[in-house]
């Protein structure tokens, strides 16, 4: 393979083995490249997986396989019985951002001794408009909003930062994906739980 220059896609092929699980997605070394596919599909023969083309993965993670849209691609619901081949290191960054976004300068930046985490009162301190009533979520509240939120069944990102109360995930309960602040859609989640725990007048 051509030689790497960003420092984040060196480090994550320089530990990657083998085989690797990144979510749910194995991540195989072969001869000239990498094979990636779902890790359901492990020990699936290779001719019986559909090759998927680089330029179709985009298109392939939005979607389960019952046709419905993924808006987090972290969420367990990746569809299955596909392969892609990289054959480079920047066809491999690609790939696995595409399958899930940010996912090696997230996993290189966790690597460091400090890693820029922003913890969740943090985050919803910044927020302003719509989102600014999530800082009146009690501490108790925060907790339920992330358990819910951020549970394994809906999120494989293994979360890095912490709540007053809350310690972070386990690896071994989620991925090798951190998840270095609270997302969109957990934002969301935490503005609709505050609005109904409202009293209204
Ligand atoms: S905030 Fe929670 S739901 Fe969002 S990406 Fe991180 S772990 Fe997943």
């Known amino acids: 393979m051509p030689f790497i220059t960003n420092p984040a896609v060196a480090a994550f092929m320089a530990q990657l083995g083998s085989e690797f699980i990144f979510a749910q997605v194995l991540i195989r070394h072969q001869k000239h490249g990498y094979e990636l596919r ?9 001719s ?22 993924r ?37 290189y930046a ?24 999530t800082q009146k979520l009690t501490d108790t509240q925060a907790i339920e909003v992330i358990k819910t939120g951020c549970h394994r069944t809906l999120c494989l990102k ?4 912490t709540a007053t109360g809350l310690e972070s995930d386990s690896r071994s309960e989620k991925s090798a994906i951190p998840c270095l602040e609270p997302c969109a859609m957990l934002l969301e989640y935490a503005r609709k739980a505050m609005r109904l725990e409202k009293p209204r007048h």
């Open 38 to 46: 779902h890790v359901d599909d492990s020990h699936r023969d290779s």
């Open 110 to 133: 966790a690597q460091s001794a400090t890693p820029p985490v922003t913890d969740f009162r943090e985050f919803m301190n910044r927020q302003t408009g719509m989102y600014q009533i």
């Open 71 to 107: 808006p987090l691609k972290s969420a367990p619901n990746l569809q299955s019985n596909w392969r892609i081949i990289v054959n480079s290191p920047a066809e491999l960054e690609t790939t696995v951002n595409q399958l899930n976004p940010g996912a090696i300068a997230d996993w």
């Open 48 to 69: 019986s997986l559909r090759i998927v083309p680089l330029d179709e993965v985009r298109r392939m993670v939005q979607f389960t396989a019952a046709g419905v849209f």
């Open 158 to 161: 293994r979360r890095l930062w």
